[in-house]
């Protein structure tokens, strides 16, 4: 079974700063997915960014950018010019590439909750 | 907007109800996956269906049950309620094998 392990319970973050939270993954398959979920106040699950893991170029959305080592099996999430709206908790997702069942779910980390800080 | 509705947001009830929980997957998802967020278990994968089918199955209860009707919507059923079923449950769909996910808003069901 896969398993997924976010080693910072809470990060704060200066207003325009950078800041990178940490995600290690334990799997014996090659081929997978990952992503990162932000989950505001609002307790909404919205999607941030995603990487498949057959892939070597790093994902970006815009201030968000990952860094994905494979053979380490991190996957660190990045964020650039840390803007208020970013205080959240952030979960990191692993999803299987393929199922014989057909079956996709997502296996979550503990989560990060991070705060910016004005 | 993520285009998964859950209805409905808040549920209080008592121990030993049962509640059903709705969830209607964005426009052509056939998968409908089931999750609940609890403080100390933190998000789990209860229940996946596709197209009407059970897919798979996660840390689910007996006294809990789904199903996905044929107009593609879902329903969890939570019977014999604890106060340790109290958490926020999530209902996510997908197109397919390469889609990612999408959540809907929740349903926190408070148990007292």
């Known amino acids: 079974a896969q398993t997924v392990t976010q080693s910072q319970p809470e990060m704060s973050v200066q207003e325009a700063e950078t800041v990178t939270l940490s995600c290690t993954y334990d799997t014996s398959e090659s081929d997978y997915y990952l992503f990162w979920y932000k989950q505001p106040p609002s307790r909404q699950m919205i999607l941030v960014i995603r990487q498949e893991a057959y892939k070597q170029q790093n994902a970006t959305e815009n201030r968000f950018s990952v860094n994905f080592q494979k053979a380490a099996k991190s996957f660190s999430l990045k964020i650039s010019d840390s803007q208020l709206g970013d205080a959240a908790m952030y979960f990191c997702a692993y999803r299987s590439s393929y199922s014989g069942a057909g079956s996709y779910q997502l296996t979550f980390g503990k989560g990060t909750k991070l705060s910016v800080i004005p | 907007d993520s285009g998964v509705t859950q209805t409905p947001k808040h549920l209080i009830t008592a121990t030993g109800q049962r509640v059903t929980l709705r969830c209607s997957p964005r426009?052509?998802?056939?998968?409908v996956y089931w999750y609940q967020q609890s403080l100390d278990q933190g998000l789990q994968f209860l229940i996946q269906?596709?197209?009407?089918?059970?897919?798979a199955k996660g840390n689910i209860l007996e006294r809990f049950s789904a199903q996905q009707f044929p107009d593609l919507h879902s329903e969890l059923n939570l019977s014999s309620l604890e106060l340790g079923d109290s958490a926020l449950y999530f209902c996510?769909?997908?197109?397919?094998?390469?889609?990612?996910?999408?959540f809907g808003q929740g349903t926190r069901l408070t148990v007292v």
């Open positions: 996510a769909s997908s197109a397919g094998s390469v889609a990612e996910a999408f």
């Open positions: 426009s052509g998802d056939l998968s």
């Open positions: 269906y596709y197209n009407g089918e059970e897919r």
